[in-house]
């Protein structure tokens, strides 16, 4: 019972903070969404921040997943890195638009107010970071590509990618074409599709 | 003084958007870094919203002239694309740290809540991919780089790159290299520098 009423708190900020943003939410809100009283809210969470890890960690358990799926399915890079796109089009599927990377969406609101959260956020993108690494490691590079300065590359391009299709409003298919392509100009040619 | 009032709460709301957020930011907060009444306020600025346009037009102006500097430059694409990062350069002796892009931090924030803000901010991304257009079509492109999927892709990793030194409190400096990087995988080697 505990467990639930933690979990709906969690999963409703998540909702809130994706559609809307972190300071355009409000306590009341999130008890409203969640349909718990301040208290209780309180009680799971002291500080609007100690939530937000909390939505942190669901996303990150849901993107970590996505890349397991990616890398057990062949462990290509262009899986790899695309299961980001994936996140992003269920996103779409259900918000009919994109609304944002998670990660991304606090880290640009968050890092110069909240330098604890910063960090947490930090420790996402790094872990992310040594996946696309791990791949690019794996792939079959193009001579003189280095797979530290490629999954950097494609972290980053991610993130704009995301961005610029959240302020365009452009469908989440375009991320994926849009790293397709970067991942492309740094593979050896013909090794992989 | 009219000029100068407004002027000053539009200077004000910059620093404070940058350094914090467009949400953490009230109007008591802008009057007081303006030195302003709330009635003074109000009559340059209905609503918060015109005072982000009037910001976002601040920044756009000093963009549009480091794009005009780079391109009277040379016109190379490597110092079209790196204007932004002098600009970033800038934010970051002024602010001891990298504060974000004032366009991609707002575009983050708001494009879900103020549709009129998304659409304003788009346009200046929009007028930004067209400059790096121009500069991809005066390059010498390596076989099947296509000149608009190039300045597309620039323009998604600045923002990337941008937001990852934020969240990682990362040097300016990384921003340039990366940036650099990108594009010279996609120059016809031994043209440019």
Not at 46 to 69: G, I, M, N, Y
Request: net charge negative.
């Amino acid at each position: 019972m505990e467990h639930g009423t933690r979990d709906r708190i969690v999963r409703s900020a998540a909702k809130l903070f994706l559609t809307r943003s972190y300071n355009a939410v409000g306590i009341a809100d999130l008890c409203t969404a969640a349909d718990v009283r301040k208290g209780s809210f309180y009680h799971f969470f002291p500080s609007k921040s100690d939530l937000a890890k909390a939505v942190v960690d669901l996303h990150a358990a849901e993107f970590e997943r996505q890349f397991t799926q990616a890398e057990n399915e062949g462990a290509q890079l262009h899986a790899v890195a695309g299961a980001v796109a994936e996140v992003q089009s269920r996103f779409e599927e259900r918000f009919g638009r994109i609304v944002g990377c998670p990660f991304g969406n606090l880290a640009a609101e968050l890092s110069t107010t909240d330098d604890e959260l910063r960090v947490y956020v930090a420790a996402v993108f790094a872990r992310w970071e040594q996946r696309l690494f791990d791949a690019c490691e794996r792939a079959v590079l193009r001579p003189g590509v280095d797979p530290g300065e490629l999954a950097r590359m494609i972290l980053a391009q991610v993130q704009g990618l995301i961005l610029l299709a959240k302020v365009q409003a452009r469908p989440a298919a375009e991320i994926t074409a849009g790293l397709r392509m970067l991942i492309n100009a740094h593979l050896l040619e013909g090794v992989t599709p």
